[in-house]
């Protein structure tokens, strides 16, 4: 149960590995500073696994029967929790103007295969449940992680209901758009990097729904994707530069945590603090939501 004005978060304790990379582990601490109440204003909620048919609109059968039966059901345990999470989020910003889960590994996946340390694009199947469930006639899906997000484009780049605005340090993944619903933003320094950002929102103007992917791996020490000069305060003036704009568009948002990674002066607690601005602006904005029609 979420309180009113209350941002609700979907995290559960199977959405996290013991070991391995940030992707699995770091939303284990991260849920420990928000359970301490060190953000006011949100609220943990468990989410229900993905179900394969919830999936097989976006990837193909035989790829999630493999993961079904995968020799590591831990990994695909927290695999499908975790992407419920992005699904309940989903429909939770219809209800409360905004939401969150504490989900990462979610942009490069590819219809038949893994990529990227992406198993399942949960971006392309929140921004297809907007559409078929919530009835949004434009959706938007922002992504700034350090990396491009080919995974999405590939899914769901000729969907005429979906925008892509994605904000990139690194080519990796990189996709080429082909549409003026697309925009791809690759930046060289960290000079230019708030411009671009402040450029991508333009691009979303009018959509009535968007999914955030939140990525921290632009940040300076972060040993994957880090870019010198991208600070703790730029990533802060990022997260209120795309907040701030949600509520003064009124467009119901929900974020999930992409990219964030360790590196020589980041350690895991750390990597989890990193993504603390995201859930600080978006518990702070007020959104009211669209009644449907």
């Not at 468990?46 to 609109?57: D, G, K, N, S, V």
């Not at 992406?118 to 006639?137: D, E, F, W």
């Amino acid at each position: 149960m979420t309180s009113k004005n209350n941002l609700p978060i979907y995290w559960g304790p199977d959405y996290v590995l013991d070991s391995g990379v940030e992707t699995r582990t770091k939303s284990g601490p991260l849920a420990k500073i928000l359970i301490g109440g060190e953000v006011p204003g949100v609220d943990l909620i468990t989410p229900l696994p993905i179900t394969r048919e919830e999936l097989l609109a976006i990837h193909d059968e035989q790829y999630i029967d493999g993961l079904i039966n995968d020799e590591k059901p831990e990994l695909t345990r927290s695999i499908f929790a975790s992407t419920g999470g992005v699904r309940d989020a989903l429909d939770a910003m219809f209800v409360h103007g905004k939401a969150g889960s504490l989900s990462s590994g979610l942009h490069h996946a590819k219809r038949d295969h893994e990529y990227g340390l992406c198993y399942i694009n949960g971006l392309a199947l929140a921004a297809l449940r907007a559409i078929s469930k919530h009835g949004v006639k434009k959706v938007a899906v922002l992504d700034t992680d350090s990396h491009c997000g080919g995974g999405t484009f590939q899914l769901v780049g000729d969907n005429e209901k979906i925008v892509i605005a994605d904000v990139s340090c690194n080519s990796y993944d990189i996709w080429q758009p082909n549409s003026d619903r697309h925009h791809l933003k690759v930046v060289n320094s960290a000079n230019e990097y708030l411009d671009a950002v402040k450029q991508a929102l333009k691009h979303l103007d009018g959509v009535d729904a968007l999914i955030y992917n939140a990525g921290m791996d632009p940040f300076e020490d972060c040993m994957t994707g880090g870019m010198p000069g991208i600070t703790r305060e730029v990533l802060a003036e990022r997260e209120r530069l795309v907040a701030q704009w949600c509520e003064d568009t009124q467009t119901p948002a929900m974020f999930v945590l992409a990219g964030g990674y360790g590196g020589k002066n980041l350690d895991l607690d750390g990597v989890a603090r990193l993504h603390l601005p995201t859930i600080r602006e978006f518990a702070r904005i007020r959104i009211t939501p669209k009644s449907k029609n």
